[in-house]
């Protein structure tokens, strides 16, 4: 089975401060992990996946995450915050086999100017 | 390339009517998934086509809810005999022969 698990629903930076929001997931095979963006009343946007290459990965608007297998975590950071990415962020996971997504509850990104 | 749409956009009805959405994939996206999202919460699966074949549907697919994929292409989502609890945003997502699923914008449903 898998999951994933946001820590903290709520995350407040200033303007300019490091961006770090976390999730853990869980899975029976190696995963595919993915951060979405959804801004009010939209969509998902793609920001960054992992897809077992570079463990290492970064995004669009400068976000990057890092996938640790040893602490089954794939936490996104941004170093400087901007009030444009004021958001709710999901982290989601994958089989292999790119069926259904498991998407975690969401961090709700705020950035005091 | 035009991303995934969905139509329509926002949704009001009344408790017991029927309602149905359609999602059209990127053009050539063999995948196309369903997922319901409430306020506050991830998006939740609900049904998963491979062409025009259904081959995954959640638990939360009560009987009330048919999707179908006729041709492989767009995909349409009906609600029968809605209750307020059906109330969420759903959203479409496609995928090609690839990992990564691109999300339309939703249909925000609110059942009065």
């Known amino acids: 089975a898998q999951s994933v698990t946001q820590l903290g629903s709520h995350v407040s930076v200033s303007e300019g401060a490091l961006v770090l929001l976390r999730c853990n997931y869980s899975?029976?095979?190696?995963?595919?992990l993915f951060w979405y963006v959804q801004y009010p009343n939209q969509g998902l946007q793609l920001l960054l996946k992992?897809?077992?290459?570079?463990?290492l990965v970064k995004g669009i608007n400068g976000f990057e995450a890092e996938f640790k297998k040893s602490e089954t975590s794939f936490h996104l950071t941004k170093p400087s915050a901007h009030m444009s990415d004021a958001a709710e962020y999901f982290c989601?996971?994958?089989?292999?086999?790119?069926?259904?997504?498991?998407f975690g509850t969401g961090t709700s990104l705020t950035v005091i100017p | 390339d035009t991303g995934v749409s969905q139509d329509p956009r926002h949704k009001i009805t009344k408790r017991g009517q029927n309602v149905t959405f359609r999602c059209d994939p990127i053009?050539?996206?063999?995948?196309l998934y369903w997922y319901r999202q409430t306020l506050g919460q991830g998006p939740e699966f609900l049904t998963y086509?491979?062409?025009?074949?259904?081959?995954?549907k959640s638990r939360l697919l009560s009987d009330r809810f048919s999707a179908e994929r006729p041709k492989g292409s767009f995909s349409t989502l009906e609600i029968q005999r809605t209750e307020q609890g059906d109330s969420a945003m759903y959203l479409c997502?496609?995928?090609?022969?690839?990992?990564?699923?691109?999300f339309g914008p939703g249909t925000r449903l609110l059942v009065l």
């Open positions: 086509f491979q062409n025009e074949a259904q081959l995954e």
């Open positions: 989601a996971v994958s089989e292999n086999t790119g069926n259904q997504f498991y």
């Open positions: 899975s029976s095979v190696p995963p595919y």
């Open positions: 992992y897809t077992s290459a570079a463990t």
């Open positions: 053009s050539e996206h063999n995948r």
């Open positions: 997502a496609s995928t090609g022969y690839q990992e990564t699923q691109y």
